[in-house]
């Protein structure tokens, strides 16, 4: 072998072992990557993965700015109340479609979608596959949890999933207030379901929480009210 | 007595420093930073998302813009200038001349990028707008992608002009991003292994600057572990290496 | 380990092929053998495209011979030990614009390795040697051409190397410059330097060198000592002051004599030194002066024609 050939071959022998501490250090870092990156653990469509891609390292700056207009169509419509800026409703959804593409993160764009599929487009389906594609992008996130709770309560009448969502806020609660707000929707939902005696343990929990005793006394005395009227 | 690579990454330091796109671009960015502060778009609480959002974004585009200013130009800056006969002339290895450019580029990039995440800090801290330790690592994760982009930029300078550095280098960065895109694509079109392992190699060989993304993390007020910063660490020395060895074996056999 | 050698170069079949995608391969430099000896200003002349800067850049390193080795101060040819006892300038110097001149010196002496006070010496005695300590903290931009050469000169002492090679050093360089510049290379042999010159300018080459070697067309035409070269024949040189008409009829009715009228003196070539009491006898007569007497030497400008050629290149060589 010549010099020359001996040579190509080291050099050779280099970039592939380097190339192989590339794609290990890669696997290293994929272990990890569930904890850290905004896509790991996250399911996009291909035209989201597209436009992620496109938009590289501003996708999340991107997703500001977009939420920047629909903010502004948000506050312009209570300004003018009604449905008389349709336009606006409709042009609004796109809009917190390409954020949570952008963002998976941007919990106030899935709630605030969530939210207006639900109340003023009626889609309640629509809202609550929203919500739980929220949900399992962020799975600690408290609105969430109740919004998609109280859309399988009042429009879908699906108690079971939305019980189990109310409990799952109540965990996430950051505070006594949003405690009570989720044990107040545990509450109202077992009622709605018939389920009397869930009812009164959800409002037993609220009478836990320091300063709501008097509240969780009558939300127990109407359970108990409407659950005797009922009977009747 | 410094070595040889102490003395030209000292001397790749100076000249970003005398460059006046170098300051202008820190200017700028710690200008966009500060005024970020001061604009007041939602309600409280949104205002620091929005500003982190935007602080992580300058610092990624004018880290890269600054990255690509300093050493799009070191080397083939230096033979286009003729200037590299009086270092080749001198008692060093063509291997030190690019590693000690490397090293100075790299050192420069971070005291570039060091004023924004100052600021962006700063903020944070003074509004309680989550943890500045999550928002250094961050920085420091955009720092690492950005000795990166450097060793993309000095392979692929050790044989091309300056100009071709440049777009040969935002080429390699545009396609690491969407290689997911086409990755994506490829799983689409077809089942068949071959495809597959194409896929596969795309994604491990070429560089993933998305690992060092941590923009959602500082953001939301994530904690990124410590044993992340450390294995994106080797992953980025790792690239590092590769590219820089290509380059001293294409520089090495580079006539002038 | 550096072995004292009484060559500084020695390099044996030296050459040297351009590729060349439209013609093939082009050939710059042809089985090139050299000595350079130790302590002498070694001249290295030929005309552009000769191979002179190809076989400088063979020598430091900066492009690989395609056949044929050398040693340079005993190491191989382009090795990094070697390079720590060069000096070298090359032509038409560029240096970082956005450095002062000190600076630039301050940067290629800790290249060397030098330490701080060692830097601090020489760029204070190479500055003033080469007439630039007051333009020091002007930034290189600011520098003109004349002013490059010199801080060129002055990096490539910064070493205080054994061996100093110059690429065209008087280029940009006025009349004082050149004598400056000769006389810091005679310095630099006084103290036991070697120094290899490549010039166009072939005075000053004929001046300082001790030696040269001819380069043509990628190939050694001829080398050796100036003394050795430039051989004296037999003819002789009379220079007379006040030549007339009459004067100047009698001494072309010589046989062989050629006539060379100047401006305030005559320049009389006489074919053989039988003839030289013949010719002072008749300037006398007519009232004309001696001005000097001497052997005719060949010019190394005729050497270097007669062997390189007109303007085609087309010599003896």
């Known amino acids: 072998m010549t010099a020359d050939s001996l040579l190509r071959l080291r050099r050779a022998t280099a970039v592939v072992a380097l190339l192989a501490c590339v794609a290990g250090s890669q696997a290293l870092v994929d272990q990890y990557r569930l904890a850290v990156n905004d896509e790991a653990g996250v399911t996009f469509s291909v035209a989201a993965v597209v436009v992620r891609s496109f938009l590289g390292e501003v996708r999340g700056l991107a997703a500001d700015f977009l939420w920047l207009r629909v903010d502004e169509y948000q506050h312009r419509r209570r300004i003018i109340g009604g449905s008389l800026l349709q336009q606006d409703d409709e042009a609004l959804m796109p809009l917190v479609r390409l954020i949570t593409w952008l963002d998976p993160h941007f919990v106030d764009a899935y709630a605030l979608g969530g939210q207006w599929l639900a109340f003023h487009f009626s889609h309640p389906q629509q809202a609550v596959a929203f919500y739980e594609e929220g949900i399992r992008n962020n799975p600690n996130d408290f609105d969430l949890h109740t919004g998609a709770a109280w859309v399988y309560w009042r429009w879908l009448h699906n108690y079971g999933r939305a019980t189990v969502l109310a409990r799952d806020a109540a965990g996430l609660a950051g505070d006594d207030l949003e405690r009570f707000q989720s044990l107040w929707l545990v509450a109202h939902i077992r009622l709605t379901a018939g389920d009397t005696a869930g009812a009164i343990r959800a409002w037993r929990e609220v009478g836990q929480i320091p300063g709501y005793d008097q509240a969780s006394k009558s939300g127990i005395a109407r359970t108990l009210a409407q659950g005797r009227g009922k009977a009747q | 007595m410094s070595s040889p690579i102490v003395v030209i990454a000292q001397q790749a330091m100076r000249e970003a420093s005398r460059r006046r796109t170098l300051p202008a671009l820190v200017i700028f960015g710690c200008g966009i930073i500060l005024s970020s502060a001061f604009l007041s778009f939602f309600q409280l609480g949104v205002e620091i998302k929005f500003f982190k959002d935007i602080a992580m974004t300058v610092i990624f585009l004018f880290g890269t813009v600054a990255t690509l200013v300093i050493v799009s130009t070191q080397l083939s800056g230096e033979i286009e200038s003729r200037t590299i006969y009086n270092v080749l002339s001198k008692p060093i290895r063509r291997w030190e001349l690019v590693v000690g450019k490397f090293a100075g580029a790299a050192v420069a990039i971070g005291l570039a990028i060091a004023p924004m995440v100052a600021i962006l800090t700063f903020f944070i801290y003074t509004d309680h707008g989550g943890s500045e330790l999550e928002a250094v690592k961050g920085a420091y994760l955009l720092w690492l992608a950005f000795t990166v982009l450097s060793a993309v930029a000095l392979g692929i300078a050790s044989v091309a002009t300056s100009t071709v550095t440049a777009a040969l280098t935002i080429l390699v960065f545009v396609v690491s991003y969407l290689k997911g895109a086409v990755t994506t694509y490829l799983d689409l079109i077809s089942a068949h292994p071959v495809v597959a392992y194409f896929g596969q190699a795309l994604y491990y060989l070429l560089p993933n600057f998305e690992n060092f993304n941590t923009r959602t993390a500082v953001v939301h007020d994530e904690l990124v572990p410590w044993a992340y910063l450390g294995r994106t660490t080797l992953y980025a020395a790792a690239l590092v290496c590769l590219f820089l060895y290509v380059g001293i074996q294409l520089f090495e056999e580079r006539e002038f | ?317």
């Open chain 3, 1 to 317: 380990m550096c072995v004292a050698v009484p060559s500084v170069i020695t390099v044996e079949n030296l050459t040297k092929h351009y590729r060349n995608p439209a013609s093939g391969s082009r050939a710059a430099l042809r089985g090139l053998t050299l000595d350079v000896p130790a302590g002498e200003i070694f001249g290295f002349l030929g005309p552009n495209g000769a191979g002179k800067t190809t076989t400088i850049k063979l020598l430091l390193g900066l492009i690989s011979p395609t056949a044929g080795h050398g040693t340079m101060l005993g190491y191989p040819l382009g090795s990094v030990n070697a390079r720590r006892h060069v000096g070298f300038l090359p032509e038409s110097p560029y240096f970082y614009e956005y450095l002062r001149g000190e600076e630039l010196l301050d940067y290629y002496g800790r290249l060397f390795g030098l330490v701080h006070h060692v830097r601090r010496e020489r760029n204070e005695s190479l500055l003033k040697l080469v007439g630039l300590w007051d333009a020091r903290r002007l930034a290189v931009r600011k520098y003109s051409r004349g002013m490059l050469q010199r801080l060129g000169l002055a990096q490539a002492l910064i070493n205080d190397p054994d061996l100093v090679i110059l690429d065209e050093p008087a280029g940009g360089l006025d009349p004082i410059g050149r004598r400056e510049m000769r006389d810091i290379l005679l310095h630099l042999r006084d103290r036991g330097k070697t120094v290899f010159l490549s010039s166009h300018i072939l005075a000053e080459v004929e001046t300082v060198c001790d030696r040269v070697a001819i380069l043509h067309r990628g190939e050694l035409v001829a080398g050796g000592r100036m003394t050795d070269l430039l051989s004296e024949g037999r003819e002789m040189e009379l220079t007379v002051h006040g030549v007339n008409g009459a004067l100047s009829a009698h001494l072309g009715g010589m046989p062989g004599v050629e006539i060379h009228h100047g401006t305030d003196v005559t320049v009389v070539i006489l074919p053989e030194h039988a003839l030289v009491y013949q010719a002072i006898e008749i300037v006398r007569a007519s009232g004309g002066q001696v001005v000097s007497l001497g052997a005719k030497r060949e010019r190394l400008e005729d050497l270097f024609v007669k062997l390189v050629g007109g303007p085609n290149g087309e010599g003896q060589g």
